[in-house]
């Protein structure tokens, strides 16, 4: 990120307040910002947010990511003074976000009644375990939770093995992105009512509603998807391939591209045999289908595979970790990835901003506050007129 990067992304001038720790309000906080919204953190005095100390290695650069774009102020939310300073704090703001226990902001006198009866027009992004209603409400829940009670767990891995999960905490993004996705919806509302409104995003339901057919699935057939690895059942061929260097995906499951790859593999024949000629006959002969295909790849090289998916339009792709990313020109020419300019480790690769909009871009402008409370001075006293002496005093109470 060469130089300062102007703001001129669709939610320039909306504030955002964000109060939750970890992973899912943290990351909807991110999205929001990188759209262009003057996102202020809110971390405990001290150690902050624990996502300060996730990630591998011996530098822990989550943060980098998932804080960038934001600004960090300090307060205690466990006192009536610090409660009542990011309650002033939201009287400004057009959104927050968080993501406590069900009833842990009613408790300190934040919830919804109390902070709309200030600011009408406040948008409220609550994300939770369970949601805000119902048996299991009050109950913890973390990501990996509502991967389980969504569905998702069950049907990833090997199916001689118990369940596993992916290498990254999809339950708290994916609630993270319906919760900025809520934020985007209840906006538009807002422009026309001039009215605020609370969104409910439960982690197990985030995780639900991509899941597909699983229920309906159950309902009308009686069928229970079960683990099946690296495959879908029923979708053929689609799978990754062993080459004589390593592994190769291959998507052809529909008719036309199969017979695109059957010509690619010198079996054109295999387009007409009834056991692999219609979607329907290639899942029923699956697992026969993939050792065929493998049979072939096994031959060649990752490049002699992916040149032939290539020139016969075969939706195809190599099997990438960081450094092929980081290397791939496909990447580099879209700026996919970018290099920030951190505080605490100088430059520093990350992803780049999602979804691309034409007129009004989504960017990353400022790095992650490298320090807990490091915009106190310039929040609390240029947005609400607290002088030095004030500010002074709360921190050396631990307030701030």
Same mark, same amino acid.
């Given at each position: 990120?060469?130089?300062?990067?102007?703001?001129?992304?669709?939610?320039?001038?909306?504030?955002?307040?964000?109060?939750?720790?970890?992973?899912?309000?943290?990351?909807?906080?991110?999205?929001?910002?990188?759209?262009? /919204?003057?996102?202020?953190?809110?971390?405990?005095?001290? /150690? +902050?947010?624990?996502?300060?100390?996730?990630?591998?290695?011996?530098?822990?650069?989550?943060?980098?990511?998932?804080?960038?774009?934001?600004?960090?102020?300090?307060?205690?939310?466990?006192?009536?003074?610090?409660?009542?300073?990011?309650?002033?704090?939201?009287?400004?703001?057009?959104?927050?976000?968080?993501?406590?226990?069900?009833?842990?902001?009613?408790?300190?006198?934040?919830?919804?009644?109390?902070?709309?009866?200030?600011?009408?027009?406040?948008?409220?992004?609550?994300?939770?375990?369970?949601?805000? @209603?119902?048996? *299991?409400?009050?109950?913890?829940?973390?990501?990996?939770?509502?991967?389980?009670?969504?569905?998702?767990?069950?049907?990833?891995?090997?199916?001689?093995?118990?369940?596993?999960?992916?290498?990254?905490?999809?339950?708290?993004?994916?609630?993270?992105?319906?919760?900025?996705?809520?934020?985007?919806?209840?906006?538009?509302?807002?422009?026309? @009512?001039?009215?605020?409104?609370?969104?409910?995003? /439960?982690? *197990?339901?985030?995780?639900?509603?991509?899941?597909?057919?699983?229920?309906?699935? *159950?309902?009308?057939?009686?069928?229970?998807?079960?683990?099946?690895?690296?495959?879908?059942?029923?979708?053929?061929?689609?799978?990754? *391939?062993?080459?004589?260097?390593?592994?190769?995906?291959?998507?052809?499951?529909?008719?036309?591209?199969?017979?695109?790859?059957?010509?690619?593999?010198?079996?054109?024949?295999? /387009?007409?045999?009834?056991?692999?000629? @219609?979607?329907?006959?290639?899942? @029923?002969?699956?697992?026969?289908?993939?050792?065929?295909?493998?049979?072939?790849?096994?031959?060649?090289?990752?490049?002699?595979?992916?040149?032939?998916?290539?020139?016969?339009?075969?939706?195809?792709?190599?099997?990438?970790?960081?450094?092929?990313?980081?290397?791939?020109?496909?990447?580099?020419?879209?700026?996919?990835?970018?290099?920030?300019?951190?505080?605490?480790?100088?430059?520093?690769?990350?992803?780049?901003?999602?979804?691309?909009?034409?007129?009004?871009?989504?960017?990353?402008?400022?790095?992650?506050?490298?320090?807990?409370?490091?915009?106190?001075?310039?929040?609390?006293?240029?947005?609400?007129?607290?002088?030095?002496?004030?500010?002074?005093?709360?921190?050396?109470? +631990?307030?701030?």
């Amino acid at each position: 990120m060469a130089g300062a990067v102007a703001n001129e992304g669709a939610l320039k001038g909306i504030r955002v307040v964000e109060l939750g720790q970890l992973l899912a309000g943290p990351f909807c906080g991110q999205l929001l910002g990188d759209m262009g /919204a003057d996102v202020i953190k809110v971390e405990p005095p001290g /150690a +902050g947010d624990p996502m300060r100390d996730w990630g591998l290695g011996d530098d822990k650069v989550n943060w980098e990511v998932i804080a960038r774009n934001k600004k960090s102020v300090s307060a205690n939310l466990r006192v009536a003074e610090g409660q009542e300073l990011v309650r002033r704090l939201l009287a400004t703001a057009d959104v927050m976000v968080e993501n406590f226990k069900p009833g842990t902001l009613e408790k300190w006198g934040l919830g919804p009644d109390a902070l709309h009866a200030i600011n009408p027009g406040l948008i409220i992004a609550r994300m939770s375990g369970y949601g805000q @209603t119902g048996p *299991y409400s009050d109950r913890a829940g973390f990501g990996g939770i509502g991967e389980a009670m969504g569905g998702w767990r069950y049907i990833v891995g090997e199916p001689d093995r118990p369940p596993s999960r992916m290498g990254i905490s999809i339950g708290d993004t994916l609630t993270a992105t319906y919760g900025c996705m809520g934020v985007l919806a209840a906006l538009h509302s807002r422009s026309s @009512t001039g009215k605020g409104q609370v969104i409910d995003t /439960a982690l *197990y339901e985030a995780v639900l509603q991509v899941m597909e057919s699983v229920i309906p699935e *159950y309902d009308h057939s009686g069928i229970i998807r079960e683990r099946s690895g690296s495959f879908l059942p029923g979708i053929a061929p689609s799978n990754v *391939y062993k080459c004589s260097d390593g592994d190769f995906m291959i998507g052809a499951n529909k008719d036309a591209i199969f017979a695109r790859l059957a010509e690619a593999m010198g079996r054109p024949e295999l /387009a007409t045999d009834p056991r692999y000629a @219609t979607h329907v006959a290639r899942g @029923t002969n699956q697992l026969e289908l993939d050792a065929l295909i493998n049979e072939w790849t096994k031959t060649l090289t990752i490049e002699e595979v992916d040149a032939l998916m290539i020139k016969h339009s075969i939706p195809a792709g190599k099997v990438y970790r960081a450094p092929e990313m980081l290397a791939d020109p496909h990447f580099q020419a879209r700026e996919a990835i970018i290099e920030v300019e951190t505080e605490r480790f100088g430059k520093l690769k990350m992803q780049n901003v999602v979804p691309r909009l034409s007129a009004t871009p989504s960017s990353v402008r400022t790095p992650a506050p490298s320090i807990v409370g490091q915009h106190n001075a310039e929040i609390y006293g240029g947005l609400l007129g607290l002088g030095e002496t004030q500010l002074a005093d709360l921190a050396a109470r +631990g307030i701030i």
